[in-house]
């Protein structure tokens, strides 16, 4: 059983920067992914970014040049650094991790991944 928990989200103004970070709790001998996403009031849970086990990094349109994902696999842990924020960027943002192999862009279907962390509020005011 993977546990995944998030911290680091809370209140910001627009233009500042947060930093989020998941802990993976169960160390794992084969690679997986690490992946991001975001769900607003009404909204769908949509992709933010995502770590692959293959090294390979992707971004929503919408976060690209602003957001930066990155992974210490020793310490079993993603990160998400959010630049220059925008008030659209208010969302619960999860973090997810999966070791079944993407194809054709599945990283972004929330259905690939199994494993979930519970979820952080970041909230950007005007």
């Known amino acids: 059983q993977v546990h995944l928990e998030e911290s680091g989200g809370g209140l910001v103004q627009a233009g500042n920067s947060l930093s989020l970070s998941c802990v993976r709790s169960k160390r794992s001998y084969v690679s997986y992914s690490m992946a991001w996403f975001r769900q607003a009031p009404g909204k769908e849970r949509e992709f933010v970014a995502v770590?692959?086990?293959?090294?390979?990094?992707y971004y929503a349109n919408s976060v690209k040049g602003r957001f930066t994902i990155s992974r210490d696999n020793a310490k079993n842990t993603a990160y998400l650094q959010m630049n220059n924020l925008k008030p659209e960027d208010t969302a619960v943002y999860y973090c997810a991790s999966t070791e079944r192999a993407f194809s054709n862009g599945s990283y972004v279907r929330p259905h690939e991944y199994d494993s979930w962390g519970p979820g952080t509020q970041v909230t950007v005011s005007a």
């Open positions: 770590s692959s086990w293959t090294g390979m990094e």
